[in-house]
């Protein structure tokens, strides 16, 4: 950075970012959970895909596990933002747990379209991450209907009952142009694929990379801060390269960030995952003010007001609102 001055430099934050209604409702959800029933309160999975986050709720009484045969008798469980299957509604029933679903809408519609189309006798080509949380969710609503499509090079060894009867649901954190590219392969193959009644994809996510995409050309450099297990994190990396910024990164935190990343570099791009605290973000922030970069100017591309209702077993007389 030599023979640069700070106001030659520039950082460009992306808005949207961070937390999404969904996020923010499952993150609620455990602390009012634990608030109303004491902890010991067990998450099955993670409640959102960031290790902050987690370690937080952890310090409060929450306790995560991995399947439910880890869960007391009788306890108190919720499930993830990324959403079940009936075979872990089941079982949490034959167990006698009290049970909070913590699922985002927007999972739950993809849910609902997989029991609709499986209903109504189509074959579906779920586009998802193997092994994804949310993907065996939606997967367990209709096992014998349902075949994971992890991109076009999937395509050809697709077999179905009838061809003129499949339709495609999709994760709701993939990269919007991937998954396109994806069902543009299906439609080759299978030109009467029926489309689901709206995107799957949730606004959140094309949003978070609609605003990264108006940043990214300008960037030298793109620091996206999220964890490594969630998808709409890793995803933004990506949209970056794409859309021309010269590198790109993911980090945990501001911790992360190697000092040669800024070696010569004049613009940064900073964003951050639908899971991400925005407390994050300012420690990315506070790091590069310390390497000589101006206050971040805010790019926004879209206004997000959604806020969705808690879980029924937490709402009160009044309406559920965010604070963050």
């Not at 991109?151 to 179905?160: A, K, N, S």
Request: proline share 5%; with cysteine; glycine share 6%.
């Amino acid at each position: 950075m030599r023979g640069m001055t700070s106001s030659e430099r520039r950082v460009l934050l992306a808005a949207p970012r961070g937390y999404c209604a969904g996020v923010d409702r499952a993150v609620i959800t455990v602390e009012k959970a634990l608030d109303k029933y004491g902890p010991p309160v067990y998450v099955r999975k993670q409640i959102v895909h960031n290790k902050h986050v987690v370690s937080s709720l952890e310090a409060r009484g929450a306790v995560f596990v991995d399947e439910l045969d880890s869960v007391p008798e009788g306890a108190t469980v919720v499930f993830s933002a990324h959403g079940v299957s009936p075979a872990v509604h089941a079982e949490a029933e034959e167990r006698s747990l009290r049970t909070i679903d913590a699922t985002c809408p927007l999972v739950t519609k993809v849910h609902n379209e997989a029991r609709r189309f499986a209903g109504g006798g189509q074959d579906i080509l779920l586009i998802g991450h193997a092994g994804h949380e949310e993907v065996e969710g939606t997967a367990g609503e209709a096992p014998d209907r349902i075949q994971l499509v992890e991109g076009p090079d999937d395509v050809d060894r697709i077999e179905v009952r009838d061809p003129s009867r499949v339709a495609w649901l999709s994760q709701t954190t993939l990269s919007v142009d991937e998954t396109m590219q994806t069902v543009e392969r299906l439609r080759e193959r299978f030109p009467q694929l029926i489309d689901p009644p709206s995107d799957d994809i949730c606004y959140a996510t094309q949003n978070r990379q609609v605003a990264v995409k108006e940043i990214a050309h300008q960037a030298d450099l793109m620091i996206v801060v999220g964890s490594a297990n969630s998808s709409n994190s890793v995803r933004l990396v990506e949209v970056a390269l794409e859309a021309g910024a010269r590198a790109a990164y993911r980090v945990d935190n501001a911790e992360e960030i190697e000092a040669a990343w800024l070696d010569g570099v004049q613009v940064v791009g900073v964003t951050s995952g639908a899971s991400v605290p925005d407390s994050l973000v300012e420690g990315v922030l506070d790091l590069l003010t310390e390497h000589g970069f101006p206050a971040a100017e805010e790019v926004r591309t879209a206004e997000e007001r959604l806020i969705f209702a808690l879980p029924p077993e937490l709402r009160t007389s009044r309406r559920a609102a965010s604070t963050r």
